[in-house]
T-cell receptor, first 112, second 115 residues
Framework: KQEVTQIPAALSVPEGENLVLNCSFT??????LQWFRQDPGKGLTSLLLIQSSQREQTSGRLNASLDKSSGRSTLYIAASQPGDSATYLC???????????FGKGTTLSVSS | DARVTQTPRHKVTEMGQEVTMRCQPI?????VFWYRQTMMQGLELLAYFRNRAPLDDSGMPKDRFSAEMPDATLATLKIQPSEPRDSAVYFC?????????????FGEGSRLTVL
């Protein structure tokens, strides 16, 4: 059974810092991995989707990597801003069209 | 701007009452998921449908929860009778799974409080 873990549960950084959020999964036979952002009281917004055949995806200041052999994914945020403050969740799908299994998220706080 | 729409956004009810939450998936998406989010457990899958047929509802307490898709534009999650432990945010998500990338899109959620 797939399990997804995110450490740390919370992270505080000053504005401008580059940071890395970590995600690990127990079953390396994943179909894809998706990173989401959740603002308080809101739904989840998809940030990046990495297919199992890919090693990384980039969108603006965000870069997500995937290492299936080690069961890890990282989300790199460059030049963090206060507007990046939110909870970031990663989720893995084991097969095409099956449900995503979520980690519990890392709550990021960026201070100005 | 296509999005998943959920109603109600907030619901406060008393224990024992029936609760129905509704979801309108993005037009053309053939797979619909129901998740529940709590502080303790995070996001848990309750059920999901492909082309309106239930594929997996193993995460759902069968004695009180039921999920249906009366048509391609509506998914419902019903709790009867509701209990305080059902208090959570319920999310609906949809995706265009048919050999495509598999990206999932979430609604804003229905926050349920059972007193």
């Amino acid at each position: 059974k797939q399990e997804v873990t995110q450490i740390p549960a919370a992270l505080s950084v000053p504005e401008g810092e580059n940071l890395v959020l970590n995600c690990s999964f127990t079953d390396s036979a994943i179909y894809n991995l998706q990173w989401f952002r959740q603002d308080p009281g809101k739904g989840l917004t998809s940030l990046l989707l990495i297919q199992s055949s890919q090693r990384e995806q980039t969108s603006g200041r965000l870069n997500a990597s995937l290492d299936k052999s080690s069961g890890r994914s990282t989300l790199y945020i460059a030049a963090s801003q206060p507007g990046d403050s939110a909870t970031y969740l990663c989720a893995a799908a084991n097969q095409a069209g099956t449900a995503l299994i979520f980690g519990k998220g890392t709550t990021l706080s960026v201070s100005s | 701007d296509a999005r998943v729409t959920q109603t109600p956004r907030h619901k406060v009810t008393e224990m024992g009452q029936e609760v129905t939450m509704r979801c309108q998936p993005i037009l053309g998406h053939n797979t619909v998921f129901w998740y529940r989010q709590t502080m303790m457990q995070g996001l848990e899958l309750l059920a999901y449908f492909r082309n309106r047929a239930p594929l997996d509802d193993s995460g759902m307490p069968k004695d009180r929860f039921s999920a249906e898709m009366p048509d391609a534009t509506l998914a419902t999650l019903k709790i009867q009778p509701s209990e305080p432990r059902d208090s959570a945010v319920y999310f609906c998500a949809s995706g265009p799974f048919s050999g495509t990338t598999g990206e999932l899109f979430f609604g804003e959620g229905s926050r349920l409080t059972v007193l």
